[in-house]
């Protein structure tokens, strides 16, 4: 049922491009757990990933536990173009014509950059395992599916440090939280923090329960301590370099500055928490407005 919602009824192109078929027929029961990898594709430039995809698909991924589907999505919106990059694929797609339901469905694997690229999702729940399956195909693909460690198991024993109060634990943070991916060298970072701070303050004045944990992509400490000198909120210790790679695997994120919002479950709200912030920076409308209605529109519709 949750896939249906994310991507209705309508019928999708074989192997090929050419034949329609409905999306049951090439796809598992509804109920049957596998992993559902949706491949952005365009017209140029994908035949070496293609090509990586089609023999991890026969090898390495046939003896996983969780069987990957892999379902062609082409972001091309012109006809030659768009048959150009399915023709000689393996794997259905969808049509040319679905083209709200390709924006749907990339938001909701939160795709960023060029094609290709390759998303993972967690069937029959339609959770995002991953939106980095490129690349982790490519260095890591012994650990397929590339789940990420929840973030209560990553951060479990980790003390969030502050300027303001005393080192905290992730699990008492019990409202919705911003991971800011920035560092000290960067100037887009270093003009943003003012902007993302005064929003912060006045959605704490409002009431909200909202943290924001620091974790710098700084090369040296002193320069992060220099830097999380001027942030009132919690940061990753600077030692724990490997986690602070790990959260930013896990949330793809692939430029800083970037302020990623999650729920006090822990799911992803936003990843364009720097565009909400610079869009409202007084709070007037304030970020956890949008995060409760999103929270509240996927708690009615979807499943993750």
């Known amino acids: 049922m949750a896939l249906k919602r994310l991507l209705g009824t309508a019928d999708v192109l074989l192997a090929g491009g050419e034949t329609a078929a409905p999306l049951g027929a090439v796809l598992p029961p509804e109920a049957a757990a596998y992993v559902l990898g949706v491949y952005v594709v365009c017209a140029q430039q994908c035949d070496e990933f293609t090509l990586a995809l089609s023999e991890f698909c026969a090898n390495a991924a046939a003896d996983a536990p969780q069987k990957l589907h892999v379902l062609v999505l082409s972001i091309e919106e012109d006809e030659q173009p768009f048959l150009d990059s399915v023709r000689d694929l393996p794997w259905p797609a969808l049509p040319r014509t679905a083209s709200h339901k390709k924006m749907r469905l990339l938001r909701r694997l939160r795709v960023k950059g060029s094609a290709p690229s390759l998303a993972l999702?967690?069937?029959?729940?339609?959770?995002?395992?991953t939106s980095a399956a490129r690349e982790k195909l490519t260095q890591q693909p012994e650990n397929f599916p590339w789940h990420s460690r929840p973030l209560k198991e990553a951060l479990k024993d980790v003390e969030l440090s502050s300027n303001e109060d005393k080192p905290r634990r992730y699990h008492?943070?019990?409202?919705?939280k911003g991971f800011y991916f920035s560092a000290n060298w960067c100037p887009p970072c270093k003009a943003?923090?003012?902007?993302?701070?005064?929003?912060?303050?006045?959605?704490?004045?409002?009431?909200?329960?909202?943290?924001?944990?620091?974790?710098?992509?700084?090369?040296?400490?002193?320069?992060?301590e220099q830097y999380r000198c001027t942030m009132p909120w919690l940061a990753v210790p600077f030692e724990l370099g490997d986690l602070r790679k790990e959260l930013a695997a896990t949330f793809d994120v692939q430029g800083i500055p970037s302020l990623v919002v999650v729920d006090p479950d822990d799911r992803v709200v936003t990843d364009e928490g720097r565009q909400e912030v610079c869009d409202d920076p007084l709070?007037?409308?304030?970020?956890?407005?949008?995060?409760?209605?999103?929270t509240n529109k996927v708690l009615k519709t979807e499943n993750i």
């Open 283 to 294: 709070g007037k409308v304030n970020l956890l407005m949008f995060c409760n209605s999103y």
């Open 192 to 224: 943003f923090t003012p902007q993302l701070v005064e929003t912060y303050h006045k959605i704490r004045a409002k009431g909200h329960q909202f943290d924001v944990i620091f974790v710098s992509s700084d090369r040296s400490e002193s320069s992060f």
């Open 121 to 129: 999702l967690e069937m029959p729940s339609t959770r995002l395992i």
């Open 172 to 176: 008492d943070l019990k409202g919705y």
